[in-house]
């Protein structure tokens, strides 16, 4: 007897264990009779259903895992009898399922039903095990459309390599013949019209690298209004007629250095924002301010020093931003939104991060938002500017050897060189500009390279020119690799972002002659 009952204390205490486990489980647990109707489920079931035990007790599963589509739910209703009945027959199986629960929000389930046997073996109707994998197909589906974006990114900027390389041809044999021209004559307005357009191309080459993430960083000096203004148009055509924009000049501002391309791309983000918030009509004001930095504020934004900064804001009359979403704001793809891609805030923040900046959000729900693009104010003031035009040519004596594995384009260059008085090299590659200076270091005083070329790219001719010719200058020149992408592995350059004008070339190149003397010697010594 006592024995007896021991073997039914442990039964019991078996059972309460079974039980606590799977009342915790994370996973549904569904028990349906052999009329399909629902008998038992776990608390799990509860949350995934977003409803309570007694709303969905003695009802088929359908009526609370179900698509919202009444077609998608005739479906589902035909292939759950079939495989209820498979259930029955003793077949077990595995599948996904999408689902809409009572509290309206669409999941996806991975079941794995089998038959449900009573002690005596005999089927009396079928146990679920459902998973929510919603979560983790958003992250898969996150994680296709960053790999598409990043093929497409591929794409753009092999395509904005190529492009540039044909504008910069373009733009200096235009460039160069505009010289032999009178203003008045047809044929310099001719020639004119053709920079111009070239100068649109650019633009488009910029938005494909910023596409592929290999956009060529160009800071200058500029005055945030002026850029704000010529903004203005493609922001109203954004927003539409309904929505009123207006931009609060003020007299004075202090100089950033930004890059102009860049600032245009977080304007029409925002402006993009704020036409999806405001439901139809209202208004999206822009300002740009001065403002300092103080440790408090610093803290607030992240990511900041304390100091003097130029605030470029832009106030909605939208909807606000809820709480909850505030705190993902910045993150890649996440969105609100039934169309996007989520990219457009961590674009702004980025760039903003870029330029030593940093990005703040004030909102409230059914009272609009305000975002706040904090942009550094730079040590150069606008009178230091002035004083130091560039000039259209800077001539010289040197010899300038130049590595290009693009034909028209090197020969763009020897002629540009060679008419503002320099002695020319050539080379098609790193590897044949090796051997040109092996032969010839002495005489050259500075290697003008492109950075992507087969055989040996830019990259490694500076490092191989590091080690055996440590004197002599060099310059990279590319239209799809920035300055940050080369000053990124440690390396301090000079560097000129293609299509560039024969003027901007001469020029910087010109600076870089300048800070080295005919006279120093270009070769490593001690290998001699």
């Given at each position: 007897?006592?024995?007896?009952?021991?073997?039914?204390?442990?039964?019991?205490?078996?059972?309460?264990?079974?039980?606590?486990v799977?009342?915790?489980?994370?996973?549904?647990?569904?028990?349906?009779?052999?009329?399909?109707?629902?008998?038992?489920?776990?608390?799990?079931?509860?949350?995934?259903?977003?409803?309570?035990?007694?709303?969905f007790?003695?009802?088929?599963?359908?009526?609370?895992?179900?698509?919202?589509?009444?077609?998608?739910?005739?479906?589902?209703?035909?292939?759950?009898?079939?495989?209820?009945?498979?259930?029955?027959?003793?077949?077990?199986?595995?599948?996904?399922?999408?689902?809409?629960?009572?509290?309206?929000?669409?999941?996806?389930?991975s079941?794995?039903?089998?038959?449900?046997?009573d002690?005596?073996?005999?089927?009396?109707?079928?146990?679920g095990?459902?998973?929510?994998?919603s979560?983790?197909?958003e992250?898969?589906?996150?994680?296709?459309?960053?790999?598409?974006?990043?093929?497409?990114?591929?794409?753009?900027?092999?395509?904005?390599?190529?492009?540039?390389?044909?504008?910069?041809?373009?733009?200096g044999?235009?460039?160069?013949?505009?010289?032999?021209?009178?203003?008045?004559?047809?044929?310099?307005?001719?020639?004119?019209?053709i920079?111009?357009?070239?100068?649109?191309?650019?633009?488009?080459?910029?938005?494909?690298?910023?596409?592929?993430?290999?956009?060529?960083?160009?800071?200058?000096?500029?005055?945030?209004?002026?850029?704000?203004?010529?903004?203005?148009?493609?922001?109203?055509?954004?927003?539409?007629?309904?929505?009123?924009?207006?931009?609060?000049?003020?007299?004075?501002?202090?100089?950033?250095?930004?890059?102009?391309?860049?600032?245009?791309?977080?304007?029409?983000?925002?402006?993009?924002?704020?036409?999806?918030?405001?439901?139809?009509?209202?208004?999206?004001?822009?300002?740009?301010?001065?403002?300092?930095v103080?440790?408090?504020?610093?803290t607030?934004?992240?990511?900041v020093?304390?100091?003097?900064?130029?605030?470029?804001?832009?106030?909605?009359?939208?909807?606000?931003?809820?709480a909850?979403?505030?705190?993902?704001?910045?993150?890649?793809?996440?969105?609100?939104?039934?169309?996007?891609?989520g990219?457009?805030?961590?674009?702004?923040?980025?760039?903003?991060?870029?330029?030593?900046?940093?990005?703040?959000v004030?909102?409230?729900?059914?009272?609009?938002?305000?975002?706040?693009?904090?942009l550094?104010v730079?040590?150069?003031?606008?009178?230091?500017?002035?004083?130091?035009?560039?000039?259209?040519?800077?001539s010289?004596?040197?010899?300038?050897?130049?590595?290009?594995?693009?034909?028209?384009?090197?020969l763009?260059?020897?002629?540009i060189?060679?008419?503002?008085?320099?002695?020319?090299?050539?080379?098609?590659?790193?590897?044949?500009?090796?051997?040109?200076?092996?032969?010839?270091?002495?005489?050259?005083?500075?290697?003008?390279?492109?950075v992507?070329?087969?055989?040996l790219?830019?990259?490694?001719?500076?490092?191989?020119?590091r080690?055996?010719?440590?004197?002599?200058?060099?310059?990279?020149m590319?239209?799809?690799?920035?300055?940050?992408?080369?000053?990124?592995?440690?390396?301090?350059?000079?560097?000129?972002?293609?299509?560039?004008?024969?003027?901007?070339?001469?020029?910087?190149?010109?600076?870089?002659?300048?800070?080295?003397?005919?006279?120093?010697?270009?070769?490593?010594?001690?290998?001699?």
């Amino acid at each position: 007897g006592g024995r007896l009952q021991g073997l039914k204390e442990i039964v019991g205490d078996t059972e309460a264990t079974f039980r606590n486990v799977v009342e915790s489980l994370q996973e549904v647990v569904m028990c349906c009779d052999a009329d399909g109707y629902i008998i038992y489920g776990n608390p799990a079931t509860e949350r995934v259903a977003g409803a309570s035990w007694e709303n969905f007790a003695g009802k088929r599963i359908y009526e609370f895992f179900h698509p919202a589509d009444p077609k998608k739910l005739n479906e589902l209703k035909n292939r759950q009898h079939k495989r209820y009945a498979e259930r029955l027959g003793g077949e077990s199986e595995s599948y996904e399922l999408e689902v809409e629960g009572k509290d309206g929000e669409t999941r996806w389930l991975s079941v794995s039903a089998s038959p449900l046997r009573d002690p005596d073996g005999e089927i009396v109707g079928s146990i679920g095990v459902c998973t929510d994998t919603s979560e983790r197909r958003e992250l898969q589906q996150q994680l296709h459309w960053s790999q598409k974006m990043e093929a497409v990114g591929r794409l753009a900027g092999g395509v904005a390599h190529d492009f540039n390389n044909l504008l910069t041809v373009i733009r200096g044999y235009a460039h160069m013949m505009l010289k032999d021209f009178d203003h008045k004559q047809l044929h310099y307005r001719r020639l004119q019209a053709i920079c111009e357009a070239s100068d649109s191309a650019c633009h488009l080459t910029q938005q494909l690298l910023t596409l592929s993430k290999r956009a060529v960083f160009q800071p200058k000096i500029v005055d945030l209004r002026e850029v704000v203004e010529d903004s203005l148009g493609l922001i109203e055509g954004l927003v539409g007629s309904d929505i009123e924009v207006e931009f609060e000049r003020l007299e004075a501002l202090p100089s950033v250095e930004v890059d102009e391309n860049q600032i245009q791309q977080i304007l029409l983000n925002l402006a993009i924002n704020a036409r999806d918030a405001i439901q139809k009509s209202g208004r999206v004001s822009i300002s740009a301010s001065p403002q300092y930095v103080n440790k408090s504020l610093a803290t607030r934004i992240g990511g900041v020093s304390q100091g003097e900064y130029v605030v470029l804001r832009l106030k909605d009359t939208g909807s606000g931003i809820p709480a909850d979403v505030m705190e993902h704001l910045f993150e890649p793809f996440f969105t609100t939104k039934s169309h996007g891609t989520g990219l457009g805030l961590s674009t702004v923040y980025g760039i903003a991060r870029n330029h030593a900046g940093g990005v703040f959000v004030d909102s409230e729900v059914g009272k609009g938002t305000t975002i706040s693009v904090y942009l550094p104010v730079t040590e150069i003031t606008e009178v230091e500017l002035e004083s130091s035009p560039l000039p259209f040519s800077a001539s010289g004596r040197e010899t300038i050897l130049i590595v290009e594995d693009e034909k028209e384009v090197r020969l763009l260059l020897v002629e540009i060189f060679q008419e503002a008085g320099y002695r020319v090299a050539e080379a098609g590659d790193g590897l044949e500009a090796l051997g040109c200076l092996k032969r010839e270091a002495d005489d050259i005083n500075l290697v003008l390279s492109d950075v992507s070329m087969p055989n040996l790219d830019g990259i490694g001719l500076l490092e191989a020119m590091r080690q055996d010719f440590p004197n002599l200058p060099i310059m990279l020149m590319s239209g799809c690799v920035s300055e940050g992408d080369v000053s990124g592995k440690g390396m301090t350059l000079d560097f000129i972002a293609k299509p560039f004008s024969p003027p901007e070339l001469l020029e910087k190149v010109r600076k870089k002659l300048d800070h080295f003397p005919l006279s120093q010697p270009k070769r490593k010594r001690a290998n001699q």
